[in-house]
């Protein structure tokens, strides 16, 4: 009897816990027998690995072998498994040295000819095992996503055979050296396209600089979608431990993952047809959404009174706590989701220049806004109207200088940095503790807001976000207290709240 014991990682959301691969083999009847929670993939193995390293010009065991992954209550899935697996029966019956095989963490699918295939959403195990200082093995095919992750001996392999005759003594598996990654900051749009809508364009830079939602309201053909598409390129680069982050919720979406760009925001752009699943995550195994992968970056939502009602609704959490809990009978999963939501609509169904010259009846109005909720605008921190373009504006004659995207990154970056040093996160994520801190406001502020309380009948979210705003407008003039202009110029921002109520 032998029994042998190795490490690897299973996916559960974007955590990575430790799985041990427990091989044991005994006498009697020929059999080979996996438990620990494994689902269908990893029961298939069986045959995978026996072909495997019988192709690969070792004998399998005509033993029982029992292979145990523990914790048995963790659902175990897909091919990752099978190089462990393998690697435990091969040295529980002294086909290999297994002295070194407690040092690292192996993952890899094997195909029936014994050569290692790449896993989806291994980034997440990666940082993991670099968490726990251990060495991992990979197959070839993943060196392109392991390579984000430094400071973590990482070898590659090709097949069983390579990782055998290394662990053996033999050729030494190659190893992924660190590279220094590309930071490129080329965006195909630049907001230097976008004629006229000043106003617009100042509402989104100060969105950009202190991460507030934003909501463009305006007749078709005014730039709304032009705008949201470009308030990914005047923000900032990511941090590493930003990219990271929102590079492991790609990576188990089994979507690419490269360094090249890594550090630039995302920007994910639904069709108005998504379903509630969809945009949030969800499923029996559950999975992240589209709110997830626009994480530390942008969510667009186009068109959004014609997004279905129920759908839009499950935002009103997350754009609070950044955050989606989503629990299903058999699995519970958190995903984060601290994400910029940017959305464009139309003031009416007919596509008026504005509500004040809308001829839609009253009843088509109120269908139109009973499309979104009191609940949900009131989490939007600027709902702006664009007015249609002047005839000099379309001709490009407008004297006012179109700053490019860059020239508006420089300043939203700045304004940034002020806010992180004194506070230690967004204007937009502020606490109602930080919010009586850093927003504090003297006798002449205190009565203009009192008087926006009354007139637009404010909720103390409202209330809240108002302050946030103007907390940003001060910081983007490089101004410590907040002044009558700044409150003025954040009331402006929250004007079309009346409509929703």
Known sequence: MSLTQLTTRAQEGIQAPEVSVEVHISNGLPAFTIVGLPE???????????????????????????????????PKEGGRYDLAIALGILAASEQINPATLDQFDCYGELALSGECRAVAGLLPALIASKRAQKQ??????????ARLVKDLPIYTAQSLV??????????ALPGLEDIDMPVETVFEL???????????????EIAAAGSHHI????????????????????LPLMTESEAMSSASIRSICHKPVTAKNWLQRPFQSPHHTVSGVALVGGGSNPKPGEISLAHHGVLFLDELTEFDRKSIEVLREPLETGKIHISRAARQAEFP??????????PCPSGCDSILSCHCSPEQLNRYRNKLSAPLMDRIDIQIELPRLEKEELLGRDPRKRESSAEVRE???????????????LNGQLSNKQIEKFCRLDDACEQLLMKSIDKLKLTARSYHKLLKLARTIADMADIENITQAHIAEAITYRKQERRWQ
């Open 411 to 425: 300043r939203v970056a700045s304004a940034r940095v002020h806010q992180l040093s004194r506070q230690g996160c």
């Open 215 to 234: 909501i463009m309201m305006g007749p078709p053909g005014t730039g709304k979608s032009m705008l949201a598409q470009r308030l990914n390129t005047i």
């Open 162 to 171: 390579e990782v055998c005759s290394s662990l053996n003594g033999g050729t």
């Open 337 to 346: 989701a601290e994400f910029q939501l940017v959305a464009a609509m139309n």
């Open 190 to 204: 630049d907001l230097e396209d976008v004629y006229g809508q000043h106003q617009a364009r100042r509402a989104l």
């Open 136 to 145: 991992v093995i990979i197959p070839l095919d993943n060196h392109l996503e």
């Open 40 to 74: 269908a993939a990893v029961r298939e193995a069986r045959d995978r690995v026996r072909s495997a390293i019988i192709n690969s010009g070792f004998e399998f065991p005509s033993r029982r072998i029992t292979v145990n992954l523990a914790p048995a209550d963790l």
